[in-house]
């Protein structure tokens, strides 16, 4: 496996960026044999590598090193943002900034930014006792759209929207995307996105969920031109290189006119470590390589719920093959709550799951697709949790 590792402080602030190499442990191999053998300090590659035991590693697994002379022979690779190869940014047109809309009593809201949008449209966010809602309305007063949006801190300025023709059919959709909230710790900005396709902007979006959305989250395919999705989030996993921790990984989706289609092409997931930033791989860190459970069978009938917590989410009446009928709730991402609680839906033909809170326009369009409902256990081994893979 070949491993990208970019270290130093110049991914976010255009200084110099120095270069870290990745060793893979072998039988034997203690941290001060490694340390001799590449003429770096011990206490170095303990501190790179977080070892409160210095030499409490294990053969296969990987280990940081400083760049030396001595380790040039190593793999080192350039992480997307510093690839030749990386994806151009699509050409997008942002609308400005959100203005007060003095309209607000006729929705219920206590206060409303919108976005005049073309077309005689604006989007506008709302914050209620009942939650924030998202609404397109046109000029003669019409709601032709609304969903729900939550605004974090009762702010209704902090959405942007977004235009620019992702299926290459000459015509503009529209993305609108909602910051829902902000965590504490890390400061992980998560966002609610919709896609209102061009040729038909009052038909229901496409809706999913992000984490650091931003100019990275829509790339240029080099093969198609078509504007692909790339989906982002902070995913616990296992590397066999750097180890266990959390990465930060983004999917390629390619639009289609209601849907999101994922792309056979390698995830992208990068660990920040001490500054650095590792690498690609073809498997998806979101599904562990251990399944525990399996039960297969058929949708039957899909409902797509609405709430102030999400956006929108798919509840899937499934007949099993037993011919027991279950209907799969969503849930958080690992906080599953029990066996009928789905964590994520995916695309069995390229195993890539569907970004969190996925819904395509047409939902009933799953109904009749074969399934495949798989358990894994999750980090801590306390629950099991569940991918609904569609056939």
Known sequence: MIVTVVAGTGACTGD?????????????DTVSSIAARFSVAAGEIARLNELDDADSIRAGGGLLLPDADATRALPVFRPPQYRDDAPAACELSRYGDPD???RVERWGCWTTDCLSVGDGRRVCKCASDGGGRILVERTDSAVTLRWPGAGFMGDTRNFEVLEGDLDRDG?????VASHR???????VMRWDLAILDGGDLDAAPVT??????????????????????????????DDPLLGAGNYFVSRAYRYHPGALEPRDAPVTAERLREGARAELRDEDPFVPERTTSVR????????????EDRSFALELDVELASGARV?????????????DTYARIGDAATRRVYPEGYAPRDHESLEGRGVRIEGFDDAGGDHEWHVVWLD
């Open 16 to 28: 110099a960026v120095s270069r870290l190499r990745v060793y893979r442990v072998e039988s034997g």
């Open 100 to 102: 007060p809309y003095d």
């Open 171 to 175: 015509r503009d959709e529209l993305i």
């Open 181 to 187: 909230y902000t965590s504490n710790g890390m400061a």
């Open 208 to 237: 999913f969920t992000v984490e650091a959305f931003g100019p990275h989250s829509f790339g240029v395919d080099a093969g198609s031109g078509t504007c692909d999705v790339h989906a982002s989030e902070w995913v616990e996993a």
């Open 296 to 307: 297969w069978g058929t949708v039957r009938r899909v409902h797509r719920l609405a709430g």
């Open 327 to 339: 209907t799969f709730r969503p849930g958080d991402t690992y906080d599953v709550g029990g066996p």
